[in-house]
């Protein structure tokens, strides 16, 4: 397992090699001592699978305010995704980028995604599984976001998206929120 700083402070790539033979294969997608190892978060409360039918589809940008603030650990199980991450913390450097990973199920990637930082991602093929794990439980108050499409954001998606939720078109705009 090879743990990776992205660009946004707190933000990792995590690469997990796949072991196989004729019978299959094994990739370990998670490792209390590897993640302790690299002052990452190793207590998760919750899991979570989402399913996203459509190529074209957006999902984002989430997160959760305050007590309810989350560190997500996502992997996409089946398809593709360009998953996009946004600084949304007023103290840190890198206040108002954004970074963008594909992950896949063939290239086995995971995204660790800190507290303060929304989350969203563009599916690139049909039949898309997402799995995340969460440090704090969802907590509908405290679910919040910002827009996709902001102009001062602007988040150069790989394409214009076919479907975006009617939640989500409702986010509030970067500054607003």
């Keep these: 397992m090879e743990i990776v700083a992205g660009k946004l402070p707190g933000v990792h790539v995590i690469d997990a090699p796949k072991r196989g033979d004729e019978r299959g294969y094994l990739v370990r997608t998670y490792c209390e001592d590897h993640f302790r190892n690299a002052g990452l978060n190793t207590h998760w409360v919750q899991c979570s699978l989402t399913h996203t039918a459509r190529e074209g589809t957006l999902r984002g940008m989430h997160f959760q305010t305050s007590p309810f603030g989350e560190i997500k650990l996502i992997r996409c199980v089946s398809g593709s995704v360009w998953d996009c991450v946004v600084d949304l913390r007023p103290t840190s ?45 969802y907590s509908p108050e405290h679910a919040s976001g910002v827009r996709w499409d902001d102009a001062e954001l602007s988040i150069d998606w790989p394409r214009p998206p076919r479907l975006v939720s009617e939640k989500d078109l409702a986010l509030p705009w970067f500054q607003k929120r």
């Design 93 to 137: 450097p890198c206040f108002g980028q954004w970074e963008a990973y594909e992950l896949s199920e063939a290239n086995e990637r995971s995204l660790y995604v800190p507290e303060g930082v929304a989350h969203g991602f563009y599916s690139l093929t049909d039949d898309v599984r997402m799995l995340y794990q969460m440090s704090a439980p």
